[in-house]
């Protein structure tokens, strides 16, 4: 199996936090030749996708309120945030369905977004930012907010609660609050509250990730034909016999859809990478015959 097939593979089957990394990383390599300034050593976004703290740029280029949460000012920018968004959404999707990671993150972007907007014309600046910062931040204090004693087993540190390590990084935000970049310290905090709100919702019984949704589905469908309903047969005839191929067609199927899911809950347990590479090759040969 190539290098390639292998990547489609996992960006098939490694659920939704797999899948937006992807995402961030592929914004990110496209951004390169498109907006990276090699004489001057930094990325020069357009302001139809950076978020700018300008309200009257809003009702003209709302979508930067998503946009800029995939693009990043540099390589270390990313690697951080992509870091954290796998350590927080594992943690998160330990509870939560794969909608629901995806609603928050989504929403945590607009809220971070429109909070730094709103702070940063208070204060009188006039600035962008770009980053997954806030959705990265708001992930991991949504699970801290479900589960704040659960305990972590970290490297060189040893067995440390959840609460301990949130607790520490929204500190450091804190105090480099007034060293720069004050833009991206408002949308951390700011992705941390919503991410304190989001879960108090959801205990209550509220789910805001229906309202994404529900939005995806417009979109996904919108230019489609509305299928008409069906029309009412009331005489049905008896089921035809299968024949002997048929039967052994239909066993093979199970038998194969029996390994598929032998394969998937061995991944469950160990990970993709306990797979040898017979499985490797049957999961994806299933997956293009699917």
């Not at 390639?4 to 936090?17: M, P």
């Not at 390599?29 to 930094?42: D, H």
């Not at 300008?54 to 709302?62: D, M, T, W």
């Not at 600035?127 to 589960?147: D, E, F, M, P, R």
Request: aromatic share 14%; net charge positive; proline share 3%.
């Amino acid at each position: 199996m190539s290098i390639w097939q292998d990547i489609k593979l996992q960006y098939r089957i490694g659920g939704i936090v797999n899948q937006v990394i992807y995402w961030n990383v592929g914004v990110f390599l496209i951004a390169i030749p498109l907006f990276y300034s090699f004489r001057q050593g930094y990325f020069d976004y357009p302001n139809w996708l950076a978020l700018s703290s300008s309200f009257q740029e809003f009702p003209y280029r709302p979508w930067t309120l998503i946009t800029y949460g995939f693009l990043h000012s540099g390589f270390l920018h990313l690697f951080f945030n992509m870091v954290m968004l796998n350590f927080a959404g594992r943690l998160f999707q330990t509870f939560f369905t794969q909608k629901q990671f995806l609603g928050m993150y989504l929403l945590s972007l607009v809220f971070s977004g429109l909070s730094f907007a709103i702070i940063y014309t208070f204060l009188g600046g006039n600035n962008s930012i770009v980053g997954a910062s806030g959705a990265a931040l708001a992930t991991l204090v949504a699970v801290t907010t479900y589960q704040p004693l659960m305990e972590l087993h970290l490297m060189l540190i040893g067995r440390v609660k959840l609460w301990h390590v949130t607790g520490v990084l929204l500190l450091l935000d804190v105090l480099q609050f007034s060293l720069g970049n004050s833009g991206g310290h408002i949308a951390h905090l700011s992705g941390a509250l919503f991410g304190i709100i989001y879960i108090k919702l959801l205990q209550s019984g509220t789910d805001l990730s229906v309202v994404v949704t529900k939005v995806i589905d417009f979109f996904a469908n919108l230019g489609k034909p509305k299928s008409k309903s069906p029309f009412k047969h009331v005489h049905k005839n008896a089921p035809p016999k299968r024949s002997a191929s048929q039967s052994t067609g239909v066993v093979m199927k199970d038998k194969k859809q029996q390994q598929i899911d032998e394969i998937l809950d061995k991944i469950s347990q160990s990970g993709y990478d306990s797979l040898t590479q017979a499985e490797k090759e049957f999961l994806f040969r299933a997956g293009n015959d699917s």
